[in-house]
Nanobody, 127 residues
Framework: QVQLVESGGGLVQAGGSLRLSCAASGRTVSSYAMAWFRQAPGKEREFVAGITWTSSKTYYAGSAKGRFTISRDNAKNTVYLQMSSLKPEDTAVYYC????????????????????WGQGTQVTVSS
């Protein structure tokens, strides 16, 4: 069992920055791939960025590349999402997720591939 708790959301003006945190706990948390997803009202939940606990590789959706940075602190079992140059279209509930990753070429990026989810944190970007 893995528990995920997000924090760091809030209201920010367009062009601003926010850093989200995801504190993970559970006996086998280090064996899971981690990701950030987001869901805007009336839209599907979508992959934003991914990282594992053991590799330096990171993975991003096209909308996040160049503006968002995913990172981790293994000692704290915490994953971060640094968001910069925020746009109103980034407004959504952001979720942290943990799922199985075999190490294959394709990083898991669909909702169904993740087994554990946090409660979500609201990010609102005003224009």
């Amino acid at each position: 069992q893995v528990q995920l708790v997000e924090s760091g959301g809030g209201l920010v003006q367009a062009g601003g920055s926010l850093r989200l945190s995801c504190a993970a706990s559970g006996r086998t948390v280090s064996s899971y791939a981690m990701a950030w997803f987001r869901q805007a009202p009336g839209k599907e939940r979508e992959f934003v960025a991914g990282i594992t606990w053991t590799s330096s590789k990171t993975y991003y959706a096209g909308s996040a590349k160049g503006r968002f940075t995913i990172s981790r602190d293994n000692a704290k079992n915490t994953v971060y999402l640094q968001m910069s140059s925020l746009k109103p279209e980034d407004t959504a509930v952001y979720y942290c997720a943990a799922g199985y990753y075999s190490g294959s070429f394709r990083y898991p990026s669909t909702r169904s591939e993740y087994d554990y989810w946090g409660q979500g944190t609201q990010v609102t970007v005003s224009s």
